[in-house]
């Protein structure tokens, strides 16, 4: 089985439309084993062992592998097994490693490798043929392949965040409402997507300035949570130190530790 870290995405609220900066980090551990066998069938399928993916990472993987049956014209069947040594796995983190997975085991099924730069433009190329255009799911693939925290912007380099390590509790999702883009109107939603955009660029400089963890996670939370609910409908978390990390077209919450809510990781 091959075994990966996960990759979080920190700091930076998804907008539709738009493409603004996300910090990601990785687990200091690796706290996924995954294995997946491919071979030819009669028709695209997925099969899942161990971990529930839950219907919209499923669906999406299912949708994933299509794409991939049509390009190579030739029905496969992929047996995804995953093992976790945690709960409440981040589904965007799931779908980044699990499609990862899918396409290095096609590639080295067929005979040849990819380089990882490679490996992120082709999952790219995919989810955007699945339907699963997600520019954050992007961002988990490249701190994950690079190893280290990583600030993305989808069109840009890719650079080294450079920030403190921080202990995180994992909590889960939660279904959004409707978005209100239309409702706001194009001159508040563009206001509102400065305010996501800046928000990062300030948060990552206030860390690498030195600022701690308490306070720089403290103001993050208030703008991105606010965010949220201005956009999606989403109150707040419970709990004062948690916030909204993008789900899987949900909210996902994390807290930092000690709020007690989920189980605690390492991030660096």
């Not at 994950?144 to 965040?161: C, K, P």
């Not at 300030?202 to 949220?228: D, K, T």
Request: proline share 5%; glycine share 10%.
């Amino acid at each position: 089985m091959a075994r990966y870290r996960l990759p979080l995405v920190v700091f930076g609220v998804p907008l539709p439309g738009k493409r603004n900066p996300y910090l990601v980090l990785v687990s200091e551990r690796e706290l996924v084993d995954v294995e997946v066998d491919v071979e030819e069938s009669s028709s695209p399928r997925l099969k899942v062992d161990g971990v529930n993916l839950g219907w919209r990472v499923e669906t999406a993987l299912r949708s994933f592998l299509d794409v991939v049956c049509d390009r190579l014209e030739q029905p496969l069947q992929a047996t995804v097994y995953l093992e976790a040594g945690i709960e409440n796995l981040p589904p965007t983190s799931i779908y980044a490693v699990l499609s990862l997975e899918l396409v290095k085991s096609v590639s080295e099924a067929g005979g040849y490798s990819l380089e990882p730069l490679e490996l992120l433009e082709a999952t790219k190329s995919v989810d955007v043929d699945a339907g699963v255009d997600f520019d954050y799911v992007w961002a988990c693939r490249a701190a994950l392949m690079r190893g280290r925290a990583t600030i993305f912007r989808e069109g840009e380099e890719l650079l080294d965040a450079n920030v403190p390590s921080i202990e995180l509790e994992l909590v889960g999702e939660e279904e959004v409402g409707l978005e209100m883009g239309g409702v706001l109107g194009e001159t508040l939603y563009s206001l509102l997507t400065k305010l996501a955009g800046f928000a990062v660029v300030e948060l990552v400089n206030r860390l690498r300035s030195g600022e701690g963890w308490e306070s720089v996670w403290s103001i993050g939370a208030r703008v991105e949570n606010a965010i949220y609910y201005l956009y999606y409908g989403l109150n707040p978390p419970a709990g004062e130190d948690c916030k909204w990390t993008p789900g899987f077209q949900s909210g996902y919450g994390v807290c930092v530790k000690g709020a007690g809510l989920g189980e605690s990781v390492r991030f660096v």
